[in-house]
């Protein structure tokens, strides 16, 4: 026999050997015999199933590593100031004068000051300057990466939405030499974090951007790769559906049909029923027809369709899309949720797939820009209760691939030693669990061989605490 065989693991009650063959849980029992298999001894650590991470833009995330950290900027004064400080290091490091420099993180929701094209074009001299926002939904652009990138900012020098988007495609592919080395790295730490799987959402044909990365073997997390409505007749005459394996050992997949109706709670874009404090109520960027028709298609193709919705009247236009085409996917986001609408997740067979890290981030945007509605925010506690399926993602690179970080957010609706925001929404721990572990935290036989042992207990949330990280039955992390 070969495979892997795990001594005194602790799984839910006295430990147990865990034997793993072909990439599968084979045995779970006291004493079993090894064979020719591997032994690990885990002297009585926790084991869990591995950690999912629904919902990134790895190529993104990836860069963002390389980009100026623009979080925590109270005025788009400071945002420049900071950029200003940056910029000699930065032409020394990026010489090319067509490489764009770039910065990320701004809430321009918080500034107390207004952005202009005047004031990035005086900070950013002969080089193209792109500072992208928190939610990546936004970016103020000097005048000549404007020109550069073929957008038409208004007086404010900032570009929302699908213009935006196309500046982050325009961007990631002018770094594309330096991606390769920095997905490894993400990916690398992600697995060190005990992460087994992603769902990469990235903004472009990522078929093929993941079969590059993989064709000389695969190292790293499993991957789902996502499709995007413009390309969903290409990946269907490929034979492509949710689910479909893209490599002979499994670990890469296609994803789900991504697509997105709103905007965002930073950029003001989500699309919400009652208005913000400016009087808009955000964009519905797919008409109710369309986004209908394209569930049609998700269903007749083998695409699992996974709607972008943050605002309130954009998640009822998307169940009501999901319950007019009679199929089941996924909600993405689904930050501000009428109360109305909570018990039709379970009825329309709908996850919830939400990131309860952006609350950490989001909380002061919502009490500004959502009075009084900050108690229908991020909804777990009430999602849950009303049957729904949840799954937890980062969205790097708008908030860190750090799943214990997302744990934690979920269970104390808090950081580390902060007080809680809107306590009444927190889950327990075991749910917070099953919705980062594809709905079950044990493993049992047959499972996928994607476990990981700790050293502390869950509620530690701690990401050192990860000492061994087996995917598909290989040990991919250790430090046992």
């Not at 939405?161 to 990916?187: I, T």
């Not at 005459?237 to 002979?248: F, I, N």
């Not at 087996?470 to 040990?475: E, M, P």
Request: charged share 20%; hydrophobic share 50%.
């Amino acid at each position: 026999m070969t495979g892997l065989l795990l001594r005194r693991a602790l799984v839910g009650g006295d430990p147990v050997d865990v034997r793993l063959v072909d990439g599968v849980v084979d045995a779970i029992a006291p004493e079993l015999a090894a064979g020719g298999a591997e032994v690990v001894d885990l002297d009585g650590r926790a084991v869990l199933r591995g950690l999912w991470d629904e919902h990134v833009h790895v190529t993104q995330a990836a860069l963002a590593a390389q980009w100026v950290p623009l979080g925590g900027t109270r005025t788009a004064a400071e945002a420049l100031s900071r950029m200003a400080t940056a910029l000699p290091a930065l032409r020394a490091g990026f010489p090319d004068a067509e490489v764009p420099i770039v910065g990320i993180g701004f809430q321009d929701g918080l500034w107390a000051d207004a952005p202009t094209q005047a004031a990035i074009d005086a900070v950013a001299g002969d080089r193209a300057l792109v500072l992208i926002s928190h939610d990546v939904h936004a970016a103020w652009l000097n005048t000549l990466a404007a020109r550069r990138f073929g957008v038409q900012p208004g007086p404010d020098g900032m570009v929302r939405e699908e213009p935006a988007f196309a500046v982050g495609r325009e961007v990631n592919l002018h770094a594309q030499g330096r991606s390769a080395s920095a997905v490894r790295s993400l990916l690398d730490a992600a697995v060190r974090r005990g992460v087994v799987g992603v769902v990469d959402l990235e903004m472009t044909w990522n078929v093929d951007v993941w079969r590059e990365r993989t064709a000389d073997g695969w190292r790293g997390p499993r991957i789902e790769a996502g499709v995007y409505p413009p390309d969903l007749e290409r990946a269907a005459a490929l034979g492509l559906r949710t689910g479909e394996p893209l490599g002979a050992d499994g670990l890469l997949t296609v994803g789900p049909l991504k697509t997105l109706i709103d905007g965002a709670l930073n950029t003001r874009t989500a699309y919400c029923a009652e208005p913000y404090p400016d009087g808009g109520r955000g964009l519905l960027t797919v008409p109710e027809a369309e986004l209908l028709a394209l569930l049609g298609r998700a269903r007749a193709t083998g695409f699992v369709p996974a709607v972008h919705a943050i605002g309130d009247a954009a998640v009822t236009v998307a169940l009501d899309a999901f319950e007019a085409a009679g199929l089941g996917g996924r909600i993405e986001h689904a930050q501000l949720i009428a109360d109305a609408d909570l018990p039709r997740f379970a009825a329309l067979g709908v996850a919830a797939s939400v990131q309860p890290a952006h609350l950490l981030d989001d909380r002061e945007v919502a009490a500004e820009h959502w009075p009084d509605r900050t108690g229908r925010a991020f909804p777990l506690r009430s999602l849950l209760d009303a049957g729904g399926s949840l799954l937890f993602g980062s969205d790097a690179p708008v908030a860190p691939l750090d799943p214990w970080r997302t744990l934690r957010a979920a269970v104390d609706r808090a950081g580390a030693g902060e007080r809680p925001w809107h306590p009444e929404q927190r889950i327990p721990l075991d749910a917070a669990l099953a919705a980062s572990t594809r709905g079950r935290a044990m493993p049992r036989v047959g499972d996928p061989a994607d476990l990981i042992a700790l050293d502390a207990p869950v509620a530690a949330f701690d990401p050192e605490a990860v000492a061994l990280t087996v995917i598909g039955g290989v040990v991919r992390h250790t430090r046992l």
